[in-house]
């Protein structure tokens, strides 16, 4: 017999409403989210590791690597947060393979809460900040040279860092063990991810906040921001075209190159912009209606039943971000232009710098 997860969810606002309950059968959370914990820690732990050790052992000297330049100091705080994630996964598969049973104690269980929220909108600030950076770079770079400066860059990290500590310490209070009676006696400690029922009127309006906050806002200014680049390769590509129709200043060699590089840049973007919605879009969407149905009782059990089922799914696609990050540095970022370039190269680059774009490979080695 398949073992039930029994929820009660209190529709209680004028006070004299009766208190109902709805069954959701969860029994499949207990094997589907156990093995995608797992493999997204496996994934998160090698790739960030191997971005930040790579990046680590290049900084300081000249030997073919990249340049630790403003935006690898973007990569390496994102990558830094992605393998926090990763690593507060292991408790949490521990817990759903016991079915629930949380056997830690209350302290690491608002830890383990916190840091699975807090490192997963720190992940999402940082691809905001990288967004917005390659935006500058690429259409203002003249007016955004001081926005260069490592100090400049390392303030803003130590910003993202203080603001997302902010909106998710609350958490630290409402994430706590809680006892739960089963059928036909007997219970367990519960590790609660969101809050008790006692508190959960109280959760509810802090929950809503944080998801506008850290999800829905980043991700309109990320869709705004690549759009805006989008648009002005395509515009840079007809100016090259006419540039090219009307001068001989770009060999034939260059201008492929350079068309090349920019529908590369395109593509990537859009990659971008896909697996950043296809792993948060659908998490805080289901998140958000399911605390709603569940405080105001909206909807009816059936309803219920399905948003609950779709927010246990989509919560892997959210995990997956961890390690997806440090995968596409791998596949999309730019190989050339290692640390010290010959003189050789020197005349290159002044074609290079002709062309409107060029500014953006001083901001960026890597294609974020």
């Known amino acids: 017999d398949k073992e039930r997860q029994t929820a009660s969810f209190h529709a209680n606002s004028s006070g004299t409403s009766p208190t109902s309950s709805c069954s ?44 630790w330049n403003t935006s690898l100091i973007y990569m390496v705080n994102l990558a ?14 521990a817990s759903y393979v016991l079915r629930d049973r949380w056997v830690f104690g209350d302290f690491m269980c608002r830890l383990v809460r916190f840091l699975f929220y807090f490192n997963l909108y720190c992940s999402i600030f940082f691809l905001t ?37 902010i909106l998710t310490c609350p958490i630290f ?50 869709a705004w921001c690549y759009s805006q680049v989008v648009r ?16 001989v200043s770009i060999s034939g060699s260059q201008y492929s190159h350079y068309i090349r590089r920019r529908r590369k840049s395109i593509k990537t973007i859009v990659t971008i912009t896909l697996l950043f919605a296809l792993c948060f879009l659908p998490f805080h969407v289901t998140r958000t209606l399911f605390l709603l149905l569940r405080r105001g009782h909206l909807g009816g059990c059936k309803v219920m039943k399905t948003v609950s089922i779709c927010y246990k799914v989509t919560r ?7 390690w997806l990050n440090a995968l ?24 290079e710098r002709e062309i409107h774009m060029e500014n953006e490979s001083k901001s960026s080695r890597v294609i974020f």
């Not at 900040?129 to 990290?157: A, D, F, N, Q, W």
């Not at 892997?316 to 961890?322: K, M």
């Not at 730019?334 to 190269?345: F, I, T």
């Open 173 to 222: 209070r409402f994430a706590q063990t809680g006892y739960i009676k089963r059928g036909g006696g007997g219970g367990y400690v519960n590790c609660w991810d969101d809050a008790i029922d006692k508190e959960f009127a109280d959760y509810v309006p802090y929950g809503i906040v944080l998801h506008l906050l850290g999800f829905f806002v980043p991700f309109v200014i990320i």
């Open 24 to 67: 959701i059968d969860e029994s499949y959370k207990y094997v589907f989210l156990p093995v995608c914990y797992s493999l997204t820690f496996l994934f998160s732990l090698t790739l960030n590791s191997v971005v930040l050790l790579r990046s680590c052992r290049h900084q300081d000297g000249c030997h073919g690597g990249r340049r």
């Open 316 to 322: 892997p696609l959210a995990s997956c971000n961890a």
């Open 80 to 93: 830094t947060t992605d393998l926090m994630y990763g690593l507060s996964l292991p408790f949490l598969v």
């Open 232 to 247: 002005t390769i395509f515009q840079t590509l007809q100016g090259v075209r006419e540039r090219e129709r009307t001068s």
């Open 129 to 165: 900040c990288i967004s917005v950076h390659r935006y500058l770079g690429i259409c203002h770079p003249m007016r955004t040279i001081t926005l260069e400066s490592k100090r400049v860059v390392k303030g803003t990290c130590a910003l993202v860092w203080v603001v997302v500590f």
């Open 328 to 351: 596409l540095y791998f596949l999309t970022g730019d190989k050339g232009a290692p640390c010290c370039w010959p003189a050789a190269h020197t005349d290159r680059s002044k074609v």
